[in-house]
């Protein structure tokens, strides 16, 4: 191994990206999470205090170093009072249509008047149309 990888157990080495290999996605978010940050008027600190990810994390999310996983933009989304799904659309992470997909999906899901199987159903003629049609689109 390389001298400048010193590990004491697997689970120590937690990589990062290089600067020059920064994702746009990533630097998308980072920039629309911390604009919204600061119109919220709430400090690096005090949103490191209120999602339970550290200050340093944070920074690095928001210059587009790291890529946060879901868990991350989910708590980040609630500090900043929004869903997860438009944090990322409005970062340009999500695709708009594969947003819409996964909001009517959801909604589906959700509906406490259908069983199981109708919902079940229900999702797979709506993924066949929406299939469908990007056929004839394209």
């Known amino acids: 191994m390389g001298r400048d990888l010193r ?36 400090s690096l600190r005090k949103m490191a205090e209120q999602s339970g990810i550290s200050a340093a994390v944070l920074e690095e999310i928001e210059k587009g170093l790291r890529n946060p996983s879901g868990t991350i933009v989910q708590s980040i989304a609630g500090v900043l009072r929004l869903s997860a799904e438009t ?32 919902r079940e159903t229900l999702i797979e003629i709506y993924e066949a149309f929406r299939t469908a049609n990007r056929s004839r689109e394209q």
Do not use: C, F, W
């Open 7 to 42: 590990l004491t157990a697997s689970s120590d080495y937690i990589p990062r990206m290089a600067k020059s290999r920064r994702s746009v996605p990533a630097a998308g978010l980072g920039d629309y999470i911390r604009r919204q940050r600061q119109l919220a008027n709430i």
């Open 87 to 118: 944090l990322q659309l409005q970062a340009g992470v999500l695709d708009p249509t594969a947003a819409d997909e996964i909001g009517a999906i959801r909604e589906i899901r959700r509906d406490p008047h259908l069983t199981v199987r109708q």
